[in-house]
Antibody
């Protein structure tokens, strides 16, 4: 069974660092990109970036480029910040990208991140 | 960069009614439109991919259509569990970008 299990909720202060994770299982993770999607409070879904596990080749949305970074190791994808802002408060989902028809077929349960002083 | 505009923002309907959700692209795109259902506190759920293919386990009351710049998700007869937010999504080749529409909320009238 394909599963993406994300790390738990985080409460941080502005300027702090954070790394959230997404452990994947039930499939050959070398063959699928992993994407990250943000949902700010009361808002819709926004693509953050996508990473290819074999070589960590990454694509970032221009809206997030330079503010977040992605990594993959030990069957786990990571999304990290070196300087959080209050506007990073959101739920972050990881999802498996299915190439070809280009959709996200399996999703993690989401990691709520609250950034507040 | 392509922009996906969904309409209406909110659709107020009763169980048993037909729901028609629109997704319009700012330029002609491939047939790689996907649709997702999202309920609060849950992960988004893939409904439709490749514009018209139902994902595994998705009921036949959900259907997708369209081409070029105009795409539609139709729910033939709303069930109580269908009241949720719905998003269209496309991937463009260059730069490689995955874009979501802003969503349509289907609420109980």
């Amino acid at each position: 069974e394909v599963q993406l299990v994300q790390s738990g909720a985080e409460v941080k202060k502005p300027g702090e660092s954070l790394k959230i994770s997404c452990h994947v299982s039930g499939y050959d993770f070398w063959n699928f990109w992993i994407g990250w999607v943000r949902q700010m409070p009361g808002k819709g879904l926004e693509w953050v970036g996508t990473i290819y596990p074999p070589d960590s080749d990454s694509r970032y949305s221009p809206s997030f480029q330079g503010h977040v970074s992605m990594a993959f190791d030990n069957a786990t994808a990571h999304l990290q910040w070196s300087g959080l802002r209050a506007s990073d408060t959101a739920i972050y989902f990881c999802a498996r990208r299915y190439s070809g028809f280009e959709y996200f077929d399996y999703w993690g349960q989401g990691t709520p991140v609250i950034v507040s002083s | 960069e392509v922009v996906l505009t969904q309409s209406p923002a909110t659709l107020s309907l009763s169980p048993g009614e037909r729901a028609t959700l629109s997704c319009r692209a700012s330029r002609t795109i491939s047939d790689y439109i996907a649709w997702y259902q999202h309920k609060p506190g849950q992960a988004p759920r893939l409904l439709i991919y490749g514009t018209s293919y139902r994902a595994t386990g998705i009921p036949a009351r959900f259907s997708g259509s369209g081409s070029g710049t105009d795409f539609t998700l139709t729910i033939a007869s709303l069930e109580p569990e269908d009241f949720a937010a719905y998003y269209c999504q496309v991937r463009t080749d260059w730069p490689p970008t995955w874009t979501f529409g802003q969503g349509t909320k289907v609420e109980i009238k």
